[in-house]
């Protein structure tokens, strides 16, 4: 597809990175030459130096050919009216980021008015996400299927665990019962496990389940905790905002630490029930003073990734909380990996895979559209869910004599309100939603499972 992207952040790159290796023809706007020469240095892509909200800019773009359009500057107010105007000019699918929690309420009327497919809040989005993992800490990351009715739940593997040591056949009767396991990180290598497979310690673990068996699940691996009661926020970002009005919401106690005078008068204004302290977050003092140690969450959400990790680093170190960091730049994954810092977050990361699954439903053939998307461990695999729409060559055949490719693993199928742990003697149906898990490549449509 033909792909226009407004904007050259940390957000337009990344959404770049992810859409050129999709083999799309990107075409890149922003009025700073510095940040188009980074982006376009890196990535196979075009840019234009120009107003996003210039109609001549959108012209010399390409916005006449253009498939989808994606405005993701640092205004609302921008991306809205330059998504309005290659509605019109192009009549192509546009996405507008929209940040402001002004706008957070009126996100509807904003795609009516403006003719939007989609509006994007990485910030929102990100706190859904950090919100997750607070109510249910026994995983470092939550990702959601069918509405939120089934969840893949990704854990690390200790050797305490009953299940370390073990092969996963034996354990599908009585540990793994309701439970599909869809891949494993072990060091650099992905693996989509067969009958054989067995645990080690220090795996990466992603599972598929409702949440009822999950929390099973983890109470015989003896890692259930229960959902944070209290939640330290270093940072009073947009970010912030959103995570602390959603804890709020769900009953935990929150408190952030924000060095602005008047990003904390605004807090204060905007959350009454949240305490709100004006300091530096990375001061130790302050924070003993603030008996750190008494919250059982805690997220580092500052604009520093350094002073996140250090801040992160510190909590594992001297409490009990389940911890959050916030990581703006993912070039140094395998050094983060080495710090064990538990939950990472990277809110451009998140946007990407949103438009990334929008992308995908557009080149879909019509037997059935791409729900949900996710990349899993960065990029080397992904969970797809596709509602099937109509009859093909994977519906009405038994899992077992249907010739699946050997990087695929069918996860889950929800049918009429339940989930259906697959076996061999499964078929696919029309109406169906199925989850698969893919190692490599780039899967569009439910068929090309198949060899």
Do not use: W
């Amino acid at each position: 597809m033909n792909i226009v992207i407004v904007g050259c952040g940390k957000v337009g790159m990344v959404i770049t990175q992810q859409l050129c290796s999709e083999d799309h023809n990107i075409t890149l706007v922003d009025e700073n030459p510095d940040a188009i020469a980074s982006v376009t240095g890196h990535y196979d892509a075009m840019g234009i130096v120009g107003n996003g909200v210039s109609y001549q800019t959108l012209v010399r773009a390409g916005i006449s050919d253009c498939d989808l359009f994606i405005a993701v500057t640092d205004s609302d107010e921008k991306n809205l009216l330059a998504c309005l105007i290659a509605g019109r000019a192009g009549g192509c699918k546009t996405i507008a980021r929209v940040r402001n929690p002004i706008y957070s309420h009126e996100i509807e009327f904003l795609k009516s008015e403006f003719n939007l497919a989609m509006v994007i809040n990485p910030e929102y989005t990100a706190a859904m996400e950090i919100s997750r993992i607070f109510l249910f800490p026994s995983a470092f990351k939550i990702d959601t299927f069918s509405g939120g009715r089934i969840e893949l739940f990704h854990f690390h593997v200790t050797e305490e665990m009953p299940i370390c040591g073990q092969a996963l056949s034996a354990l599908r009767e009585d540990i793994l019962k309701g439970i599909i396991v869809c891949t494993i990180r072990r060091g650099e290598e992905i693996i989509i496990p067969k009958g054989n497979f067995t645990f080690m310690n220090d795996d990466n673990v992603s599972i598929a389940a409702v949440r009822k068996d999950a929390l099973i699940f983890f109470r015989k691996l003896g890692v259930v905790k229960g959902k944070v009661k209290s939640a330290l926020i270093a940072g009073g970002s947009t970010l912030s905002f959103y995570l602390a009005e959603r804890l709020l919401r769900v009953g935990i106690d929150t408190t952030i630490i924000e060095l602005d005078y008047k990003k904390c008068t605004e807090l204060s204004e905007k959350l009454p029930s949240a305490r709100i302290i004006h300091g530096d977050a990375t001061d130790i003092d302050l924070l003993e003073q603030e008996e750190i140690s008494s919250f059982s969450g805690f997220a580092a959400l500052t604009g520093l990734d350094e002073e996140n990790i250090m801040l992160s680093l510190y909590a594992k170190k001297n409490t009990q909380a389940k911890i959050v960091t916030k990581i703006g730049h993912l070039n140094y994954g395998s050094v983060i990996d080495a710090l064990n810092l538990d939950s990472i977050i990277n809110p451009q990361k998140i946007t990407a895979d949103y438009i990334v699954k929008f992308a995908r439903s557009m080149s879909a053939d019509e037997s059935g559209d791409v729900e949900s998307l996710y990349k899993l461990e960065d990029g080397r695999a992904e969970a797809l869910e596709f509602r099937i729409k109509e009859e093909s060559t994977v519906t009405g055949i038994k899992l077992k004599d249907m010739k699946v490719k050997k990087d695929v693993l069918v996860c889950s199928i929800f049918r009429n309100g339940r989930l259906i742990v697959p076996t061999g003697q499964d078929e696919l149906m029309v109406g169906d939603s199925v989850i698969i898990v893919a190692g490599g490549g780039h899967i569009t449509s439910i068929r090309e499972i198949l060899e």
